[in-house]
């Protein structure tokens, strides 16, 4: 388990203000008698302005809003949910397991379920031998732990607690896991991995209605394709009818749509994945995710597309790319070969979107191959994990720990 004593800060954000520059005085200028060809000249363009207009300053455009991956509402939340987790760790430094138990509990009333929150108010309850309340807390948090480096410390706290009570065989299953998962953290030789942070200029199409925001999607699928939108068609991605169109549909008869995310396969000439969210009345588009082709060996070049957030967590869009090649045994005795897929790289990226606009602001990038690229290799099982917070994201890529605020990098 960390040391408690480790706090996250709530980085407020910054407006620029901007300055204007006072007009230079106006020269004093002895009149001429104009040239009949200048007295022409001037009545074309117009009449000449005053000393006292040219002088005027031009007022400079309103700064624009910042874009921030989290509503008032949800920045509430988090400020309130990280508070608490502060008060708690500093409890817990004091042995006050108790005030540490009310600051948790707290905590999760902000973020219910919060696995962060329910390992560390499972550790406090540990110190305070109220074992199967923290084996009950710390069991609830490894179900949900983000990233490896939480699931990590989650394991050696079990392993503590079952050492208090006794269970020696489970407290050596929980280190064996411990030992395991800190393995898989580290990048296996062999193994080329890299990652990287970089602004983001997508932009949504967005609409009110589902049908609107369908018909966007396969008109940009089609625009892509070089063939016409009725040309395009919802699928699967089994090829079938799509259950996804289908789900939206069902929900829209009921009412509006609930603030959440979908990924929808359509097929042109090739298949293409498009995300929608819905969000506060309002239907957010993002066409043309990914597209590819299907293989023996699964997905070729198309990604998985994942969508998340809300409330306290920023809305995001994650893409999974996994190439996988085939290959074939010698022949066996019979004259028969085996086909077998392997590994040939692994990329994520992750776009983290403003929370009024949906447009992107920051995306999270990892890529991980064998170095041989024609010998394959074992796929490393953390390429990239986060943990959202208020105002930055903790990334676990390639082996490596770092902070990301949201905010871009020129702000």
């Known amino acids: 388990m960390p040391s408690p004593s480790r706090l996250f800060a709530i980085v407020g954000w910054v407006t620029l203000a901007v300055a204007c520059r006072r007009a230079p005085p ?20 117009g009449p000449t302005p005053t000393a006292a207009q040219a002088a005027k300053p031009v007022a400079p455009p309103p700064p624009s809003r910042k874009p921030t991956p989290l509503d008032a509402a949800g920045l509430r939340t988090a400020k309130s949910y990280l508070a608490e987790l502060s008060s708690g760790r500093k409890a817990t430094i004091a042995k006050d397991y108790a005030q540490a138990d009310a600051h948790f509990s707290k905590a999760l009333e902000a973020l219910p379920g919060d696995p962060r929150a329910l390992a560390e108010r499972g550790y406090a309850r540990l110190l305070a031998n109220k074992l199967p309340e923290a084996e009950a807390d710390l069991g609830a948090a490894m179900h949900g732990a983000p990233t490896a480096a939480i699931l990590q410390q989650i394991y050696h706290n079990l392993m503590l607690a079952a050492r208090q009570r006794g269970d020696q065989i489970a407290a050596k299953g929980f280190e064996e ?45 089609a625009a892509e394709d070089a063939v016409a939108p009725s040309a395009v068609k919802f699928t699967s991605e089994g090829f079938g009818d799509s259950s996804e169109v289908a789900q939206l549909e069902s929900l829209v008869a009921k009412g509006p749509l609930p603030d959440a995310g979908w990924q929808l396969w359509a097929y042109g000439t090739q298949p293409r994945n498009h995300a929608l969210i819905a969000h506060a009345g309002k239907l957010y588009g993002f066409p043309n995710q990914s597209t590819g082709s299907l293989a023996l060996c699964g997905w070729d070049e198309a990604a998985e597309v994942t969508i998340g957030g809300g409330g306290a967590r920023p809305w995001y869009i994650q893409r999974l790319y996994r190439q996988l ?64 917070q208020a105002d930055k994201v903790i990334v676990d890529a390639c082996g490596r720990h770092s902070v990301v605020p949201y905010a871009r990098a020129a702000e």
């Open 177 to 221: 896991q411990k030992k395991k998962l800190k393995d898989a953290r580290r990048m296996p030789s062999g193994i080329t991995c890299e990652s990287d942070v970089t602004d983001s200029d997508q932009k949504p199409q967005v609409t009110t209605s589902l049908d609107d925001a369908l018909k966007q999607l396969l008109a940009a699928h």
């Open 325 to 388: 090649v085939r290959g074939y045994t010698d022949q066996d005795e019979n004259g028969q070969t085996m086909g077998f897929c392997t590994w040939a790289s692994t990329k994520i990226d992750v776009t983290i979107l403003d929370s009024k606009t949906f447009e992107g602001i920051r995306t999270l990038s990892a890529s991980a191959r064998p170095t041989d690229e024609t010998a394959g290799g074992e796929e490393p099982e953390h390429v990239l994990e986060l943990e959202w």
């Open 26 to 45: 106006t020269a004093k200028v002895t009149p001429v008698t104009p040239s009949a060809s200048a007295s022409v000249a001037a009545a074309a363009s």
